[in-house]
């Protein structure tokens, strides 16, 4: 029993699930818009300040160069030691701050408080999500896909638990997500590791498996969303509903279970099955003693140094160096159209808050827009971590085609909040939460296809730098701006004077009109720079780009039979 035991907690799909359970506890900054109006409202900043605010958070959450490198020289359990320590002091200052248990810091110290917690969820993945993917190199789009997903899923689980845990105190949030996800993390430290690669027929019918057990949770987290929005709940009522969400967490449990305990059983029967072993083994034999006869191999490539051949990189598809990748076109292209792209919804999710606000929508819409954001992230997340792995194996579908059209749908939600349509929140906040989803399992499966895995980490890091410099540029350069200028109109108008420490508050659909007018300009042309890289990598997503993941897999095996 204690073999059986030792198997399965050392096996590669309850390394999964401790993933699963890490990463859906990691997605902190999908939900700023519930505490943001805490932050501004206790500290007194314009809106300008806050999105400032909320620029560090991106920056935090999406510059990952520290976590990648870490990765590079040291095991997982590290990064996610590092990144636990980083989560729990960075949101447990801003709890400190809101809560007036502290003077008020200045906003340097702010945005530095929430950069550092921020920063923690690029460890999350870095340690969790990338060593999944080195462990199924031949399923990365549904890995990513479906890790992505629980992340993307985190912020509506947190809008879950938290009522349960503090009631609805929104300032206790940030002190729940301080503490808890560094906890988790804490708990499954030696669990996540690199793992021997074992090919499985059944395996990508495993992780549906494990879709249809979060789709599940989704579908769960939904129906709470509507009722709640509708019905007063007490906290008892929180509670037991809390209590469903743990136990939909936990059920991939059962999943990993089942795999692990096949594979025990079948190692069990090779190693008894002594005959068969030793037939093996004098097969292998001969096969080596036939192929020393022959001509040797042809000798592999060299992989290039760190320095080396900066300007000469490989096929696509090979392993580049960090600054080979850095400074190739493709590269450069992606992080533009990601810039762009991402930078644009990742501004409409930071500003939902306010452009609910501004638009008259009640504070209980208001919650119900981020949870909405939060369950599209994660089916925006699935479905292109499912689907462009089903078209790319089946059609030889391009993801870059599919990232390209994620752009172009995005830009509608952008023209909604633009025009403040009636009601339209509620769409615009499906579309932009499906999009912004959608766009991170395709952009970080990109790289690892079209520069290989060797360095990984650290390029998947990189990546993800995109994210907060169109953020800034959009978010706290454009809305941020323009929303302050409108709202100082307005109280002009009205001969009001603002007070030091008093916040600026805008009403109307002027507040964010040409905000969102400029964005959805800039993701058509993010649109576009996107379809050039489609048009440079043509030929190469015609071809079987997992062949070499699949020759090294069987090689490994060869050996390890013999």
């Not at 976590?67 to 980083?86: D, F, H, Q, R």
């Not at 002190?175 to 690669?197: D, E, H, M, Q, S």
């Not at 002009?492 to 007018?517: S, W």
Request: charge should be positive; proline fraction near 4%.
């Amino acid at each position: 029993m204690g073999s059986f035991l030792a198997h399965i907690l050392a096996g590669r799909w309850f390394m999964l699930f401790a993933s699963i359970l890490i990463l859906s506890m990691s997605g902190a900054t999908y939900i700023f818009g519930i505490y943001s109006g805490d932050v501004k409202s206790s500290l007194g900043y314009d809106q300008t300040t806050l999105n400032l605010l909320g620029f560090f958070k991106d920056l935090g959450a999406n510059v990952g160069v520290m976590s990648g490198i870490i990765n590079e020289i040291a095991p997982p359990y590290v990064v996610l030691s590092i990144g636990a320590i980083m989560n729990f002091f960075g949101y447990f200052m801003v709890w400190l701050a809101v809560t007036r248990h502290t003077s008020r810091p200045p906003v340097w110290q702010m945005c530095l408080y929430i950069c550092i917690g921020a920063n923690s969820q690029t460890f999350a993945n870095t340690g969790a999500l990338v060593t999944c993917v080195q462990n199924f190199p031949e399923s990365r789009g549904v890995v990513i896909g479906l890790l992505k997903g629980f992340v993307g899923l985190s912020g509506a689980i947190i809008s879950q638990l938290y009522p349960a845990f503090y009631g609805h105190d929104s300032k206790s949030l940030i002190l729940l997500i301080a503490w808890l996800p560094a906890a988790v993390a804490i708990v499954f430290l030696r669990t996540v590791r690199i793992l021997k690669v074992i090919r499985q027929p059944t395996e990508l019918y495993v992780f549906y498996k494990i879709l249809y057990i979060s789709l599940g949770l989704a579908g769960f987290l939904m129906i709470m969303i509507i009722i709640q929005n509708t019905l007063t709940f007490s906290r008892a009522e929180y509670a037991g509903s809390a209590s469903v969400v743990i136990f939909l967490l936990f059920a991939p449990i059962a999943v990993a279970f089942k795999e692990d305990f096949k594979i025990w059983v079948s190692k069990n029967q090779a190693e008894n099955e002594a005959d068969e072993e030793l037939k093996v083994v004098t097969h292998q034999e001969k096969l080596t003693s036939t192929n020393n006869t022959s001509d040797p191999p042809p000798p592999r490539r060299e992989a290039d140094s760190f320095w080396r051949n900066v300007f000469s990189p490989p096929e696509r598809g090979e392993d580049y160096t960090i600054l080979q990748a850095l400074f190739s076109i493709d590269m450069l292209i992606l992080f533009t159209a990601t810039t762009f792209g991402v930078g644009g919804t990742l501004t409409a999710i930071d500003n939902l808050g306010q452009i609910g606000r501004s638009l008259g929508y009640p504070a209980k819409s208001v919650t119900t827009f981020v949870s909405l954001v939060s369950i599209w992230n994660y089916l925006g997340r699935v479905a292109s971590g499912f689907l462009s792995e089903h078209f790319l194996k089946k059609y030889q579908f391009p993801r870059p085609l599919m990232f390209t059209l994620v752009l172009l749908v995005s830009s509608s939600g952008h023209l909604l909040i633009a025009f403040g349509v009636p009601n339209s929140l509620y769409a615009s906040s499906i579309i932009m939460g499906f999009c912004f989803g959608a766009q991170w399992p395709l952009i970080f499966s990109i790289i690892s296809e079209l520069f290989g895995l060797k360095y990984y980490s650290t390029l998947y890091s990189l990546g993800g730098g995109a994210s907060p410099v169109g953020a800034y540029l959009l978010n706290v350069r454009v809305a941020g701006y323009l929303y302050d200028k409108e709202a100082r109109n307005q109280n002009a108008a009205k001969g009001l004077v603002r007070k030091e420490g008093q916040d600026l508050t805008c009403i109307g659909v002027e507040c964010y009109k040409l905000a969102f007018l400029i964005i959805a300009a800039t993701t058509l042309f993010g649109c576009i720079i996107s379809f050039i890289l489609v048009l440079r990598t043509r030929k190469f997503y015609k071809s079987d780009i997992y062949k070499k993941f699949r020759e090294e897999t069987e090689e490994v095996n060869t050996t390890n039979v013999s």
